[in-house]
């Protein structure tokens, strides 16, 4: 089994900053890839951030900028740093994880997701 576990959701201003960590535990032989994804009321999920083994971030255009993916491997963990933040950016964040299990099968894993809430 594997889990991914955020944290760090809450209540910002706009243009205030949070940060999101999310860590993976369980029957790991490697990551190949650890992202977040957002999904706001009423639409689609879409790519917020990705970022390799090799630590090669890949952005949405809508945070390019703003926001900063990284990762440290050695404690399977990804964090997504948020500045600047928008209305827009107001959603429930999702870490991602493709993972290469102890069984050798190659599977996508989500965590539970993060409240991501911009007000003022």
């Known amino acids: 089994q594997v889990q991914l576990v955020e944290s760090g959701g809450g209540l910002v201003q706009p243009g205030g900053s949070l940060r999101l960590s999310c860590a993976a535990s369980?029957?790991?032989?490697?990551?190949?890839?650890m992202g977040w994804y957002r999904q706001a009321p009423g639409k689609q999920r879409e790519l917020v951030a990705t970022?390799?083994?090799?630590?090669?971030?890949n952005y949405a255009d809508s945070v390019k900028g703003r926001f900063t993916i990284s990762r440290d491997n050695a404690r399977n963990t990804v964090d997504l740093q948020m500045n600047s933040l928008k209305s827009e950016d107001m959603a429930v964040y999702y870490c991602?994880?493709?993972?290469?299990?102890?069984?050798?099968?190659?599977?996508?894993?989500w965590g539970q997701g993060t409240q991501v809430t911009v007000s003022s």
């Open positions: 991602n994880a493709a993972i290469v299990t102890e069984l050798g099968y190659s599977l996508q894993y």
């Open positions: 369980g029957s790991i032989r490697s990551i190949i890839a």
């Open positions: 970022i390799t083994s090799g630590g090669r971030p």
